[in-house]
């Protein structure tokens, strides 16, 4: 019976598949006079009709004994109807289809291609990421070509650092005088010297001649000036704090002469400058005074303020508008000092000093000495300035914190030093030590950060530079002398070793090794390679031949250096 089955299916499916054959044999010349292609399969149709077939061969099988024929699946028979395809429409199908993507393709690249040409959309994005902040929009023809030399050369600075690679200056010293203060500012450098001298580098222009800044001593008594206290200086102004109270204010664009001339009835303990505007603030025994200039020019006293204890550090806030803002301590005491306003106490607990200051615009950050019966480890608070309330208590360090960077910290982070030799960088998010790093082999006396670096100075004179995502020191280098200042820019950096005796060594006395070892140190390095002028790290190696004494080291040089 099995075998009559089958034979049946065989005539059916021969009978049909003829059938077939000659309806498309008449179909084909009517096709053609209509339309110049060849008709297609209707797949739907030859499908079921190949399904129905499969499944009566698969029941004739099965009564047969034979083993069963696997059904198609629908992925099959779609692809065994797109196989059954004729060539000519398989290329007109996969033509259309290509010229759909290629119309979609030209679209989006057009619309890409406006965008990527955008100026105010590439200025903007060099905006954002601080490069040419003070530039306007019609100052560049092409901010998308800016835009990649100001990342190619962030890339290029970032190498350098980590490679030490670049130029480094010493700046050069004043013979018979050691070394009192430093500060600096956008690459401007001051300093100030046992003998009364006070001197301003620029950086940015190696072949610059650092004047001397005049003070109104008389020239009859050489040798009588007194010491400069403190120094600092902004984009504009240059201020002296002496040992003998008074204090001089100079206007960097006009002259080397002081603008104005202040006098305190003792010692000068504490001496601020406002990096913005023209704010001047000093603390003489127990009075704290501001001074700036009204519309006419002329300086005044803005505020004074009486305090209890002497002062130890003092900070103008930044950006305070019309009234001026500042922070000082004294002893336990911490004091927010607004010109419109009384001295108001921010912080006070009894017997715990504060050891180091910093401030921000609307914050201040300062470290405490924890002394008395219960002793809770040292500290470093951080207060809001609008709400005048602890907003942080951060670490609980066994040595006195001896440095904070709040202002040149990135956002939410801090860094601070520690007489335990560590650096730490504290998250004011979450009030904890991100990272704690043993920098020194004594204290930290100086510390700053940025947004992947920190560079620490310490008391015996080494400094380090971190790269703190990864916890690497990249470099260091070594003085004498302990490090007490230090500034730093995306392709600048300024050190500054200033000694612990302020002893006057007589160079007639001394040979010029110990004289040079005593007086102190700034340095000065440059990471940007288009502005490198010199390759030699030692300046004395950068005299020309018209010149035989090479600076002032007291030395001639038989065969000076040619300038290469």
């Not at 001089?248 to 002081?258: K, M, Q, S, V």
């Not at 006419?296 to 305090?307: N, S, T």
Request: aromatic content about 8%; proline content about 4%.
């Amino acid at each position: 019976m099995a075998e009559h089955s089958l034979d049946e299916f065989r005539r059916r499916w021969e009978e049909e598949l003829a059938q077939t054959q000659a309806l498309r044999k008449r179909r084909r010349p009517e096709a053609a006079e209509r339309r110049p292609r060849r008709p297609e399969v209707v797949p739907g149709r030859d499908e079921q009709q190949a399904s129905g077939y499969l499944a009566l061969a698969q029941g004739l099988l099965e009564g047969a004994g034979r083993p069963p024929v696997a059904r198609a699946t629908r992925a099959e028979r779609q692809e065994a109807a797109s196989r059954s395809r004729s060539p000519p429409a398989r290329e007109a199908a996969g033509g259309g289809e290509q010229l759909v993507d290629q119309l979609i393709r030209d679209l989006v690249s057009k619309t890409w291609k406006v965008i990527a040409e955008d100026e105010v959309l590439w200025y903007r994005l060099c905006q954002q990421e601080g490069h040419l902040p003070e530039s306007s929009i019609s100052d560049y023809s092409c901010w998308k070509l800016i835009f990649q030399e100001c990342r190619a050369k962030e890339h290029m600075l970032r190498t350098n650092w980590k490679n030490r690679k670049g130029a480094v200056s010493e700046l050069e010293h004043i013979p018979d005088a050691v070394l009192c203060d430093v500060h600096s500012h956008d690459g401007v450098v001051i300093a100030g010297y046992t003998s009364g001298d006070v001197r301003v580098w620029d950086t940015r222009t190696w072949d610059y001649t650092a004047p001397f800044l005049e003070s109104d001593y008389e020239e009859d008594e050489p040798g009588m000036q007194p010491y400069v206290s403190f120094v600092r200086i902004n984009s504009s102004l240059a201020v002296a704090a002496y040992e003998d109270g008074f204090l001089n204010i100079w206007d960097l664009r006009t002259g080397r002469y002081p603008i104005h001339r202040f006098e305190h009835d003792a010692r000068i303990q504490a001496l601020a400058l406002s990096q913005e505007d023209a704010t001047v603030a000093t603390a003489s025994a127990f009075d704290v005074v501001m001074l700036c200039p009204n519309e006419e020019g002329y300086w005044q006293i803005a505020a004074e303020f009486e305090v209890q204890k002497l002062v130890d550090y003092l900070e103008i806030v930044p950006d305070t508008g019309r009234y001026p803002v500042a922070v000082a301590t004294a002893g336990d005491l911490v004091y927010l000092l607004k010109a419109e306003d009384s001295a108001r106490t921010l912080h006070y607990v009894y017997g715990q000093p504060v050891t180091c200051l910093d401030v921000s615009a609307n914050q201040a950050a300062f470290g405490v000495k924890s002394l008395g019966w219960v002793y809770e480890g040292n500290k470093i608070l951080v207060y809001s300035l609008e709400a005048e309330r602890c907003l942080s208590k951060l670490g609980n360090a066994l040595g006195d914190f001896t440095c904070v960077n709040l202002r040149d910290s990135p956002p939410n982070l801090m860094v601070s030093g520690n007489m335990d030799r560590r650096v730490r960088l504290h998250d004011l998010r979450t009030d904890t030590i991100a990272l704690s790093i043993s920098a020194h082999q004594l204290g930290v006396s100086s510390v700053q950060m940025d947004d992947w670096k920190i560079v620490s100075g310490g008391e015996e004179g080494l400094v380090s530079v971190w790269d703190y995502r990864m916890n690497q020191k990249l470099w260091e280098v070594h003085s004498r002398h302990p490090v007490r200042h230090i500034s730093f820019t995306c392709h600048s950096l300024i050190t500054a070793h200033v000694p612990y005796e302020r002893v006057v060594r007589n160079a007639d006395l001394d040979n010029f090794v110990t004289h040079r070892r005593h007086r102190g140190l700034i340095q000065a390095y440059e990471f940007a390679v288009d502005r490198l002028a010199f390759q030699s790290t030692v300046p004395i190696c950068r005299s020309s031949c018209d010149t035989i004494p090479g600076y002032n080291y007291d030395l001639a040089l038989a065969f000076p250096c040619d300038n290469i």
